[in-house]
């Protein structure tokens, strides 16, 4: 720094490092002032820079019930104010020049009426600000007439998801399609937290649908799944999780899920007959067991019943030889052909 100053001349060199050292500080409080300006008007956040970290504020925009006149209190009052400037156009009178805001004001204020149906809110923004929800049905008046007004509809709705191909739990492709019910709650949130809530539901649900359908097998086919939630048996708890996914999902764009159901669920045709086949086949083993499990109990209750009864006396030779052949009757498919044997039984 002597030296700098040697260089520049003492009292000069001073004068000069002073004169940087304030346009480099006042640089820096420009920079500042413009980067908050600029976070404010362009990015609505405030940013704090505090040991290199920056924190965010991020503010939902959730639903305020706004006020508003009854529409024909309303239309009364601005009748009066018709008639308030009509006198003063006659009378000619000093207080003429009242007509210059009257009349615009009353021009103004047409614009103040609204008709809200049932099962519908009007949001309310001032110069793109918003200023609250009208959810009060019928003939309304506002008494800023500069509020812009738009309308959406809380009525319950239908969407049905288009035919989606995913693969199970087990890798089998499936196609799966889902209805979900839903309505808008908070009319500020649907509006204004997404561009566009309908595009929103569809988007949402699908994925929520696709998720869900890679959680858990098609049928209960493979030892691994027995004893766990199918697609194709569980349908309530299925329809559950799918709601609940759902509704998470929507839950921030001001939307609620009444109801989420599975309403199209196969196979994908490439493995459709193959898959068809193994269910036909594990039908037959199931059915075949349920019939050989039927005949050794008539069999069974066949020999007590002779050996109680002292009908006839059974060696172990001949006990053999009665229960293969009322096995081969009771679990055969086709009609037996008897044979009467009018011998011994050797």
């Avoid at 103040?112 to 099962?119: K, R, V």
């Avoid at 709650?185 to 359908?213: C, G, H, P, T």
């Avoid at 159901?261 to 075949?288: D, G, K, T």
Wanted: net charge negative.
């Amino acid at each position: 720094m002597e030296i700098l100053y040697q260089f520049l001349g003492m009292e000069n060199g001073q004068k000069k490092c002073r004169n940087i050292i304030i346009q480099s500080i006042n640089n820096n409080i420009i920079m500042i002032l413009y980067r908050y300006i600029y976070n404010i008007l362009f990015t609505g956040r405030i940013e704090y820079n505090m040991s290199d970290e920056v924190i965010r504020k991020e503010e939902i925009i959730q639903d305020i019930e706004k006020g508003s006149l009854n529409g024909f209190v309303g239309l009364a009052l601005h009748l009066v104010l018709g008639l308030f400037n009509l006198v003063i156009l006659i009378s000619g009178s000093l207080a003429g020049a009242l007509i210059i805001i009257t009349g615009p004001l009353w021009m103004i204020y047409t614009n103040s009426y609204m008709i809200i149906q049932p099962n519908e809110a009007k949001a309310l923004q001032f110069f793109g600000k918003y200023s609250g929800t009208v959810r009060v049905e019928g003939f309304r008046f506002l008494i800023n007439p500069l509020y812009q007004k738009t309308a959406i509809s809380l009525r319950i709705r239908n969407f049905e998801s288009n035919k989606l191909k995913v693969n199970d739990v087990n890798a089998n492709p499936v196609e799966i399609a889902a209805v979900v019910v839903w309505r808008v709650f908070d009319a500020a949130e649907a509006l204004f937290e997404v561009d566009n809530y309908n595009n929103y539901v569809q988007i949402q649900s699908e994925a929520a649908l696709r998720a869900m359908a890679t959680k858990y097998p098609y049928d209960i086919i493979e030892d691994k799944d027995i004893g766990g939630i199918a697609l194709s048996s569980h349908q309530e708890e299925i329809a559950m999780e799918l709601q609940s996914s759902v509704e998470a999902r929507l839950k921030r764009a001001g939307i609620e899920v009444l109801e989420a159901r599975i309403s199209h669920l196969a196979y994908s045709q490439e493995i459709a007959q193959a898959m068809l086949r193994r269910q036909q086949a594990s039908a037959v083993v199931a059915a075949r067991s349920e019939i050989v499990k039927g005949a050794v109990g008539m069999v069974e209750l066949a020999l007590e019943q002779l050996s109680e009864k002292n009908i006839i006396e059974l060696d172990e030779e001949k006990k053999a030889s009665m229960v293969s052949n009322l096995l081969v009757v009771l679990c055969s498919e086709t009609d037996t052909t008897p044979v009467v044997n009018t011998g011994t039984l050797y």
